[in-house]
């Protein structure tokens, strides 16, 4: 069965701080894995698209890093804002179906 | 401006009234789905489609139905809504099916209670 799985749950940093949000899938064969950013109560919002022969996406302060081999992807974000405070949900495409299959998300609170 | 739009973005309704929430696109993405979202669920699928007259069951069909008459409407129906459909619901587009690179765009949001 196909699975994503995001760590940690929820996470709350200081503001200007670091942090690295956790994929783990068990899709294949893989398409692509993306990351979504989605405030409370609104829509998702993309943030990286990566395919397999890609390692490393960046978009802002926000990078994506893959690795196809162990199957797992992480999000890391550079010196935190207080606009940072959302969920972020990883999704990977593949395993030889048209549905999607969504990690639960994790949830990041960014305080002053 | 590129939009996904929805209507309504609120709706309280009773148990059997049949509703429909309506999604429409500007960006000409052959690419639609409907999402539901549930509080420690995450996002699911409930049906996309992959151009005008092609649509296709997703994770949670059950108790939906869909249609493309045009490129940009993509109207998610409740026949016979039941409590257990409440829920936030999303429309997407894309430009392509999700095996590709497009990003794809989400609507703001139904919240849906069905009483």
């Known amino acids: 069965k196909n699975q994503v799985e995001q760590s940690p749950q929820s996470l709350i940093i200081l503001e200007g701080k670091n942090c690295t949000l956790q994929?783990?899938?068990?899709?294949?064969?893989?398409?692509?894995l993306r990351w979504y950013k989605q405030d409370t109560g609104r829509g998702p919002v993309s943030l990286t698209i990566?395919?397999?022969?890609?390692n490393t996406k960046s978009n802002g302060r926000y990078t994506a890093t893959l690795d196809a081999d162990t199957k797992q992807s992480s999000l890391h974000i550079t010196a935190s804002q207080l606009s940072d405070s959302a969920s972020y949900i990883c999704?990977?495409?593949?395993?030889?179906?048209?549905?999607?299959?969504f990690g639960r998300g994790t949830s990041l609170i960014v305080h002053p | 401006e590129a939009q996904v739009t929805q209507n309504p973005r609120y709706l309280i309704t009773v148990t059997g009234k049949k509703l429909t929430v309506t999604c429409s696109q500007n960006?000409?993405?052959?690419?639609m789905s409907w999402y539901r979202q549930d509080p420690g669920l995450g996002l699911r699928q409930i049906y996309y489609?992959?151009?005008?007259?092609?649509?296709d069951k997703g994770d949670v069909p059950e108790g939906y139905k869909v249609s493309r008459k045009e490129k940009r409407n993509f109207p998610l129906i409740l026949e016979s809504p039941s409590p257990n459909q409440t829920s936030l619901y999303f429309c997407?587009?894309?430009?392509?099916?999700?095996?590709?690179?497009?990003?794809?765009?989400f609507g703001p949001g139904t919240r849906l209670t069905v009483l």
């Open positions: 994929c783990n899938y068990t899709v294949s064969p893989f398409s692509n």
């Open positions: 990566m395919t397999f022969s890609e």
């Open positions: 999704v990977v495409s593949g395993g030889g179906s048209y549905i999607p299959t």
């Open positions: 997407a587009s894309s430009l392509v099916g999700l095996a590709g690179v497009d990003t794809q765009y």
């Open positions: 489609s992959m151009n005008v007259e092609v649509t």
């Open positions: 960006m000409n993405h052959e690419y």
